[in-house]
């Protein structure tokens, strides 16, 4: 396990130990035949691991594993990620086109206890986008729930670049949001699972809640 503090700066001020947020438990899973052999270097766990370093205020407990695409051994990884490491959230990257090696959704629904389908309808328009072919990513989201714990799981895409959109959204030249990203609606949704209270760097991503489930500042 390895652990990225929240690190200083004007969004994210030092306090004390008892002011700071939760740590989060999250697993990173990269998920390729190749960058598992060590035919290449894979890109997508550390472009998840800075995504979130940047995006997060929360101390983040990182689990990261790299694997094949292999149906069982991602069930196997997803389920061990929950239930052993009792991580909060678990984001996989890869193996979610129509090739027949790609079977990641299929995989993450066998580990998970309920589907959350607004999660892949929202990254497939995001990803429309840039390009046509978004309407062949087959990426779900879903919780897997066990006694005393559960966790959210979101299959994202493979490239760094279209990791980052699809989490943090849209924005125009100013800044200004067009597009939701997915990650908008992940704190609340660890928050109804009971998981940690997540914040986020508002300038990368801001937190979406209803006011009456928002802490006061």
């Not at 270097?41 to 691991?49: E, N, T």
């Not at 919780?143 to 125009?172: F, M, S, V, W, Y």
Request: charged content about 25%; proline content about 7%; glycine content about 8%.
């Amino acid at each position: 396990m390895s652990i990225n503090p929240s690190l200083a700066s004007p969004e994210r001020p030092d306090a004390s130990f008892a002011t700071r947020p939760a740590p989060l438990k999250v697993g990173l899973i990269s998920i390729s035949d190749r960058a598992s052999q060590g035919v290449y270097q894979d890109q997508g766990v550390p472009a998840l691991r800075e995504w979130l370093g940047k995006a997060l205020q929360n101390p983040i407990l990182v689990q990261e594993r790299l694997i094949a695409d292999d149906r069982q051994i991602i069930t196997q990884t997803i389920i061990e990620l929950v239930d052993q490491e009792k991580c909060d959230l678990v984001l996989t990257t890869g193996g979610t086109g129509p090739s027949r090696r790609d079977v990641t959704p299929e995989a993450t629904l066998d580990a998970a206890t309920r589907e959350m389908p607004g999660f892949g309808e929202q990254m497939r328009q995001i990803s429309l986008k840039f390009v046509p072919t978004a309407i062949l990513s087959r990426q779900v989201g879903a919780l897997r729930e066990i006694e005393g714990h559960a966790a959210l799981i979101i299959n994202l895409p493979g490239q760094p670049k279209a990791i980052a959109e699809t989490l943090e959204g849209l924005k125009d030249k100013e800044g200004a949001l067009l597009t939701a990203g997915i990650f908008a609606a992940v704190p609340y949704c660890i928050d109804l699972i009971g998981g940690p209270y997540i914040e986020t760097v508002e300038s990368v991503v801001k937190a979406f809640r209803p006011k009456s489930a928002a802490k006061a500042k």
